[in-house]
C-alpha cells in the first residue's frame, strides 16, 4: 500500500507500476466509511486484478475478491428457519442491520421484531453491538439479501389467543383507552380488543360517565 485517499488505495504492484483499489472493493458488506479502517501504507496485501487499461495507464484492482465470497454456499448453511447469531450492527428507520458472519449482515424489519408492540424504531428493541439470536426468513444470495425475524424465536400471542377464544366467549379486560368510538381493553399482556360504543350500555345518554375509566377490569363478550 502506497497512500491512501477517501474513496481507495492505491497499490504499487511492480516499481512505478500502481493500482487502485476502490473502497467497495475492500469488504464483501460494502459498509466501510474510510479505507483506513483495514489498511495502511506500507502494508502487504494479496488482490485480484479486475481491469487493466494500458492506455489510460489504469488497473482496478479488488481487496474482497482476493477472499472467499462470504454469500458463496451460504444456502446451505443458513436456510429459512434456521436460527443464526450475530451482533447488531448499525440501525434504519425501516429495521437493523445484524452481521451473522463475516461479510453477511441480514436485516430485521421493525415489522419482525415484537408480536405486541408496534415497533417505530428499532432502538426501541435492539442496541448497536448487542449479540442476538434470529431467525433466516428469506435468502437471497444471488442480490446479497438475508431477511431475519426476532419475533419468531417467540410464539405468535394472537395465533395462541385465537386458537383458544370463540365467539361468544367471556373475557376478562383491562380499560386502556377511551376514544370517541369506544373503549381499548387488554384481555392479555400484548392482547387488545375494542368495545365500541355501540356496544357499552346506556351510551345514548350521552353522559360521559357512562363509558368505562381507564384502569377498570370488566367482562365483555367477544363478538367478533
Not at 60 to 78: F, I, N, T, V, Y
Not at 110 to 120: F, G, I, P
Not at 143 to 168: C, H
Not at 178 to 199: D, K, N, P, W
Amino acid at each position: 500500500m502506497v497512500r491512501l485517499t477517501d474513496y481507495a488505495a492505491v497499490v504499487e504492484l511492480e516499481l512505478g507500476i500502481e493500482g487502485l483499489i476502490h473502497i467497495t472493493e475492500m469488504r464483501w458488506n460494502k459498509r466501510l466509511k474510510h479505507p483506513s479502517k483495514i489498511l495502511k501504507p506500507g502494508d502487504q496485501a494479496e488482490v485480484t486484478i479486475l481491469d487493466v487499461s494500458p492506455d489510460q495507464r489504469r488497473i482496478s484492482l479488488s481487496l474482497k475478491q482476493a477472499l472467499p465470497d462470504p454469500w458463496e454456499g451460504l444456502s446451505e448453511r443458513m436456510g429459512p428457519g434456521t436460527v443464526v447469531q450475530g451482533r447488531v450492527r448499525h440501525f434504519t428507520d425501516f429495521g437493523a442491520f445484524v452481521e451473522v458472519a463475516e461479510g453477511v449482515d441480514g436485516l430485521i424489519h421493525v415489522s419482525n421484531l415484537s408480536w405486541t408492540k408496534n415497533v417505530k424504531h428499532p432502538s426501541e428493541v435492539l442496541r448497536k453491538g448487542q449479540q442476538i439470536e434470529a431467525v433466516v426468513l428469506n435468502l437471497d444470495p444471488e442480490n446479497r439479501r438475508l431477511s431475519l425475524g426476532l419475533k419468531q424465536l417467540q410464539p405468535d400471542v394472537w395465533e395462541d389467543f385465537f386458537n383458544k377464544t370463540n365467539v361468544g366467549d367471556l373475557v376478562r379486560a383491562k380499560v386502556t383507552r377511551r376514544t370517541s368510538f369506544g373503549v381499548f381493553a387488554e384481555i392479555e399482556e400484548g392482547i387488545e380488543g375494542l368495545c365500541h360504543i355501540s356496544e357499552i350500555e346506556d351510551h345514548e345518554s350521552g353522559s360521559d360517565r357512562a363509558i368505562p375509566k381507564v384502569g377498570i377490569e370488566l367482562d365483555f363478550r367477544v363478538i367478533r
